[in-house]
């Protein structure tokens, strides 16, 4: 039954789209609720019930993609669109992002982690998320997002040290500035 099997994912499945919507709430609930909308929709198609768990987290996955991909060419369009007195206005108004030494500054190793894996890129965020915290095997990660294994491999391998390498920096910041 559908709002069983949605029962016993829902809190992997929050927690996913919390991580992919870089902590927002309400973007992480559209999406989820986007997912589930499309998991019901298509959950007659399910054909192994013990494949509930991956089925969900690949309609999450996907639908996340999905949605950076519709924001990308959205931005793309809007930069176009701009001409020379709003481009110097939007350039004025640019605000930098936080430093990586701001950003992995955090009190507590999970708050850097975190961090760390929202600098990552959309896709290979999503690689790691379903890799090292859902548990899937590469196998299924590749599956879920119709990619080929080694993409899969070659993600998670930069994923994991692109967070090793923020890591490491935020903790020689911190051994820094109590030596100081």
């Not at 992002?97 to 961090?115: C, I, K």
């Not at 760390?116 to 890799?131: K, Y």
């Amino acid at each position: 039954m559908f709002e069983d099997l949605v029962r016993e994912h829902l809190d992997a499945l929050w927690s996913a789209a919390l991580r992919f919507a870089d902590g927002r709430e309400a973007d992480a609930e559209d999406l989820l609720q986007d997912s589930l909308l499309r998991a019901y929709q298509g959950f007659a198609d399910l054909r192994d019930p013990q494949a509930g768990r991956s089925w969900l987290f690949t309609i999450l996955s996907r639908t996340y993609l999905n949605r950076v991909r519709a924001q990308q060419r959205r931005r793309e369009t809007l930069a176009g669109d701009l001409d020379e007195p709003e481009f110097e206005e939007a350039l004025a108004n640019w605000k930098p992002s936080e430093t990586p030494e701001q950003v992995f500054s955090h009190e507590s190793l999970r708050d850097r982690l975190l961090a760390a894996l929202d600098g990552l890129a959309p896709e290979v965020r999503t690689v790691v998320w379903l890799s090292c915290v859902e548990g899937f095997k590469q196998r299924e990660v590749a599956e879920m997002l119709e990619v080929p294994a080694g993409t899969v491999a070659s993600r998670l391998h930069r994923g994991r040290q692109r967070l090793r390498d923020a890591l490491a920096g935020s903790e020689r910041e911190r051994n820094r500035r109590k030596s100081s």
